[in-house]
C-alpha cells in the first residue's frame, strides 16, 4: 500500500457550480460590486417567483473524489459537458472549486487551451522565460533547458517573433515543449494537443512517455482521441454530467464507455464558423443510426458562421479509439467554402464511405479557415454502426484508396438543404 507521501493529488468532495447567463469577468473593483448587487437582486427574485433557490445554477461538477499517486498516468474522458475541463481548471488554480477540497504537491504545468500562460506581445524567446518564472524555476535552470525547449518545439525561425502572430499549431509546439522540458512533477494537459498536426501529437505522446517512465512525473490527460488514452494510461476516470461515474484500469474503462454508446456530441464554438448540430441521414433525408453497405451516406450538418470567406469544412472517420480511416475535405479537394453569408446554414455532406468491418465508428467534424487549421474541431459528433457486407463480423474489409496518403471518402461538395439558411 502507497504511504501517503506518494500521494501527489487528493480530491475530496469536490464541487462547481455556476450561475447561467452572469457575467464572470470584472475589469474593476466598481464592476465587481456592481455584478455583486445585480447578483443578489436576481437571486432575491428568483426566490420570491419560484419559492426556493432559482434553476439558473449549473453543477460542472459534483462531488468527485479521488486520489492519484505520483508517476501515475491517469485519462479523464467522457462526452463534452462532462466537466472535464473545469475539473483541469480547478486542479490548476484557474478555478475555485464551489466546495470540496483538493490538495497538490510539487510543481504544476498547465495545457489546457492555445496560448495559455503565454503574452500576446511578447516573443516565443520572452514567453519561455516568463512560463519558468510563473512556475517558479530560476533563470538558470530555464536557461539550461532553453535549447532542448527551442528544439522540440521546431518554431527556430519564429523564436524572435510576437506570439500573437502565431498559428494555433505554433502556439501548441511551444507551449508543450515549455511544459514537458521545465520539469514538473504533475503536467495537466486537455485536448489542446488535438491543434496540433498528427506528427506533432505523435512526438508529444512519446515525450510524455519518456518523462513518466524515466522521470516519474505525474501526468493528467484529457482526450477524445480513445486510442492515445489507451496507448499511454494505465487507469482512467469516466466523468458524466459531473459526476465521477467510474474510477478503474484504462480498458475496463474504456470498454464502458465505448460500450454505452457516449458520443462526445457538439458543444463548444469556433471563432469564425461553428458546428451546431450534426447526424447521419439517408438520401431522404432520415435519420440513419447505421451504415449497412450503402453506397452513399449523408452527413447533414447546421453551421453557424460569421461570413468569413475562408471558412470551410472537414470530417475525418474514426473508429472509437480516434484511429483515423478517411478524410473528407471539400475545401482542400475542390475549393469549395461556406457560405459568405452570416447566420445559420444546414447542408448535407455526401460521404462515400469505404466497406468496414462491423463494429461502432464516429465521424469528427470541425470548421476550418482554410489553410491555417480547424476553427471548431467537434470529436466524434456522430457515432454510428457498421453492418459487415460479408454478413458476419469479417476482420477487416476496408479498401484502401489512396490519394495523398489519406482515405478519400469525398463524394461530391455539401449540399444546402432547402429553406435552412438564415
Known amino acids: 500500500m502507497a504511504s501517503s507521501s506518494d500521494i501527489v493529488i487528493r480530491v475530496n468532495s469536490l464541487a462547481k457550480r455556476y450561475t447561467l447567463g452572469r457575467e464572470a469577468r470584472h475589469d474593476t473593483l466598481r464592476d465587481a460590486l456592481a455584478q455583486g448587487a445585480r447578483g443578489l437582486w436576481r437571486a432575491l427574485q428568483s426566490r420570491r417567483a419560484a419559492g426556493g433557490p432559482g434553476d439558473n445554477e449549473f453543477w460542472a461538477l459534483r462531488d468527485v473524489t479521488f486520489e492519484v499517486r505520483r508517476g501515475e498516468v491517469v485519462g479523464i474522458i467522457g462526452r463534452n459537458g462532462a466537466g472535464k475541463s473545469t475539473l483541469l481548471k480547478v486542479l490548476s488554480r484557474i478555478t475555485e472549486p464551489t466546495r470540496g477540497s483538493v490538495a497538490l504537491r510539487g510543481r504544476?504545468?498547465?495545457l489546457l487551451e492555445v496560448g495559455t500562460g503565454f503574452h500576446p506581445e511578447l516573443t516565443g524567446r520572452e514567453n519561455i522565460y516568463l512560463n519558468g518564472a510563473v512556475m517558479g524555476m530560476p533563470r538558470a535552470e530555464i536557461r539550461r533547458k532553453f535549447d532542448e525547449i527551442v528544439a522540440f518545439s521546431e518554431i527556430e525561425r519564429f523564436l524572435d517573433t510576437p506570439v500573437k502572430r502565431y498559428s494555433s499549431g505554433m502556439y501548441v509546439r511551444l507551449a508543450f515543449s515549455v511544459a514537458a522540458h521545465l520539469e514538473p512533477d504533475l503536467l495537466i494537459i486537455d485536448e489542446v494537443l488535438a491543434v496540433g498536426d498528427l506528427a506533432f501529437q505523435r512526438k508529444c505522446l512519446a515525450k510524455m512517455e519518456e518523462v513518466t517512465r524515466t522521470r516519474g512525473r505525474t501526468i493528467l490527460f484529457v482526450s477524445h482521441q480513445l486510442g492515445s488514452i489507451r496507448h499511454l494510461t494505465q487507469r482512467c476516470l469516466l466523468l458524466s454530467q459531473g459526476r465521477l461515474e467510474l474510477d478503474g484500469a484504462t480498458a475496463s474503462v474504456l470498454d464502458r464507455y465505448v460500450r454505452a454508446g457516449e458520443g462526445p456530441g457538439v458543444a463548444g464554438q469556433g471563432r469564425y464558423a461553428s458546428i451546431r448540430e450534426a447526424r447521419l441521414v439517408n438520401e431522404a433525408g432520415l435519420a440513419c443510426p447505421g451504415h449497412q453497405g450503402e453506397a452513399v451516406l449523408w452527413l447533414e450538418l447546421v453551421?453557424?458562421?460569421?461570413?468569413?470567406?475562408?471558412?470551410?469544412?472537414e470530417c475525418t472517420l474514426t473508429d472509437l479509439e480516434g484511429t483515423r480511416?478517411?478524410?473528407?475535405?471539400?475545401?482542400?479537394f475542390t475549393g469549395w467554402r461556406l457560405p459568405a453569408s452570416p447566420g445559420l446554414h444546414r447542408f448535407r455532406l455526401p460521404l462515400a464511405v469505404p466497406r468496414l468491418a462491423s463494429g461502432q465508428y464516429g465521424i469528427d467534424v470541425c470548421t476550418t479557415n482554410h489553410g491555417k487549421g480547424p476553427d471548431h474541431y467537434v470529436s466524434q459528433a456522430v457515432v454510428?454502426?457498421?453492418?459487415?457486407?460479408?454478413?458476419?463480423?469479417?476482420q477487416w474489409e476496408l479498401r484502401k484508396d489512396y490519394a495523398a496518403g489519406y482515405f478519400i471518402l469525398d463524394a461530391g461538395n455539401p449540399r444546402p438543404v432547402e429553406g435552412s439558411s438564415s
Open 325 to 332: 480511416l478517411g478524410l473528407y475535405s471539400p475545401g482542400h
Open 303 to 313: 453551421v453557424e458562421t460569421t461570413g468569413h470567406t475562408e471558412s470551410s469544412l
Open 384 to 394: 454510428f454502426e457498421s453492418a459487415s457486407l460479408a454478413g458476419f463480423p469479417a
Open 108 to 110: 504544476v504545468a498547465s
